[in-house]
């Protein structure tokens, strides 16, 4: 069965210090990614998605991932990050049948 | 452009209860998610709607869970009896087509004393 491990569960940081959120799938066919963000009080809403390309995807606010087949990665990366990226992050896998698999989330707190 | 709507946003019920939360997906959206988010994890599919159709509905508790979107609009997902272990963030999301980007409601927060 697909699955989606997200390595880190709660990562603190301070403003302007780089950001890495791992994200590792099982699924060995085509696969589709996704990275979505919780803001506090808000819903899941997309920051980036790979469906075929270009395996750097850029996405809002500044973040980009990498997808790495050899490694089933796809980390979220963000150079320089802003008290405004306190959140939480899920990774998600889709397949061809369109259903989404999601992990068990990162909270990251940026203290200003 | 509105976007996902929910409703309640919370409900607190006892067990035994019965309970129901609405979606109102995003305007032309043919398909329509349910989640359920356990604390501390991430959503996980209940059933998908193609328009009125449920097309996968497996990991959908039958014996006291039922969905319906009956004329391919909104939809109500229903939980009877509840159990304790139901207590969860119930995800309603949407998409103009099958494998495109999910919009994501606020969820119900449902709390079963």
């Known amino acids: 069965a697909q699955s989606v491990s997200q390595h880190n569960h709660h990562v603190i940081l301070s403003e302007a210090a780089s950001l890495e959120l791992g994200c590792n799938y099982s699924y060995g066919g085509t696969v589709n990614l996704f990275w979505y963000v919780q803001y506090p009080g808000q819903h899941l809403q997309l920051l980036l998605k790979?469906?075929?390309?270009?395996?750097l995807v850029k996405g809002i606010k500044g973040f980009e991932a990498e997808f790495i087949k050899s490694k089933f990665s796809f980390n979220l990366r963000k150079p320089s990050v802003q008290w405004s990226d306190t959140a939480e992050y899920f990774c998600a896998s889709g397949d061809s049948s369109y259903k989404l698999i999601f992990g068990s989330g990162t909270r990251l707190l940026v203290r200003p | 452009e509105a976007g996902v709507v929910q409703s309640p946003r919370y409900k607190i019920i006892e067990k035994k209860q019965p309970v129901a939360f609405w979606c109102n997906p995003i305007?032309?959206?043919?398909?329509l998610y349910w989640y359920r988010q356990n604390l501390g994890q991430g959503p996980e599919l209940l059933i998908r709607y193609e328009n009125e159709e449920a097309v996968d509905d497996s990991q959908l508790p039958k014996d006291r869970f039922s969905a319906e979107r009956l004329k391919g609009v909104d939809s109500t997902l229903k939980i009877q009896p509840a159990e304790l272990g139901d207590s969860a963030v119930y995800l309603c999301a949407s998409s103009s087509d099958q494998g495109g980007e999910q919009y994501f409601g606020p969820g119900t927060r449902l709390t079963v004393t």
């Open positions: 305007s032309g959206h043919n398909t």
């Open positions: 790979y469906f075929s390309g270009d395996p």
